[in-house]
T-cell receptor, first 113, second 116 residues
Framework: EADIYQTPRYLVIGTGKKITLECSQTMGHDKMYWYQQDPGMELHLIHYSYGVNSTEKGDLSSESTVSRIRTEHFPLTLESARPSHTSQYLC????????????FGPGTRLTVL | AQKITQTQPGMFVQEKEAVTLDCTYD???????LFWYKQPSSGEMIFLIYQGSYDEQNATEGRYSLNFQKARKSANLVISASQLGDSAMYFCAMREFPYNTDKLIFGTGTRLQVFP
């Protein structure tokens, strides 16, 4: 299994603030993903990366941006948070057995007031 | 296009009983993988079990087993001897091989509640 970490776990912030959600993994996986999930709903892919300096937008349009300067680190940034960004953000890395399973971090619950 | 369908928004089961959560999928590829994840109220997604399309036997992991019926395109999760801690959302997901996009497609989930 992957060891994958996300900080903060919970964040309440005002409109217009810049925020960065951190995601890191210790398994050396090249592939990493960001998903957005509203409570009790399905997951939507917003960004993914296949390695250092590789980033792509996912299926759900998002105003956030990502970077991948190091293999283990895949942060997500919102330049100007809005109430519509209120959601849970889940980071995942992919590798290992079981068909190259995606392993998820604990998530960040973001509330924008 | 790939699609995952979970038709049960909610399920109830008594402790120690078995429960089946349904999942059907749609794909035109012959090679693909199916995954089940558990999401407790704390929010993290926990990988439970994997089934490859060419696997001849149904996957099992402890109390979890996957009832894979390829011709019917179904991949139901069976939880035996339910425990109170099994109460959570359960998501079925699929990825086609080779890794055209490497994306997981998720269903809408089933909320399982285990009662004493």
């Amino acid at each position: 299994e992957a060891d994958i970490y996300q900080t903060p776990r919970y964040l309440v912030i005002g409109t217009g603030k810049k925020i960065t959600l951190e995601c890191s993994q210790t398994m050396g996986h090249d592939k990493m993903y960001w998903y957005q999930q509203d409570p009790g709903m399905e997951l939507h892919l917003i960004h993914y990366s296949y390695g250092v300096n590789s980033t792509e937008k996912g299926d759900l349009s998002s105003e956030s941006t990502v970077s991948r300067i190091r293999t283990e680190h895949f942060p997500l940034t919102l330049e100007s948070a809005r109430p519509s960004h209120t959601s849970q953000y889940l980071c995942a890395s992919q590798g290992g057995q079981h068909g190259d399973t995606q392993y998820f971090g604990p998530g960040t619950r973001l509330t924008v007031l | 296009a790939q699609k995952i369908t979970q038709t049960q928004p909610g399920m109830f089961v008594q402790e120690k009983e078995a429960v089946t959560l349904d999942c059907t999928y749609d794909t035109s590829d012959q090679s693909y993988g199916l995954f089940w994840y558990k999401q407790p109220s704390s929010g993290e997604m926990i990988f439970l079990i994997y089934q490859g399309s060419y696997d001849e036997q149904n996957a099992t992991e402890g109390r979890y087993s996957l009832n894979f019926q390829k011709a019917r395109k179904s991949a139901n999760l069976v939880i035996s001897a339910s425990q109170l801690g099994d109460s959570a959302m359960y998501f079925c997901a699929m990825r086609e091989f080779p890794y055209n996009t490497d994306k997981l497609i998720f269903g809408t989930g089933t909320r399982l509640q285990v009662f004493p």
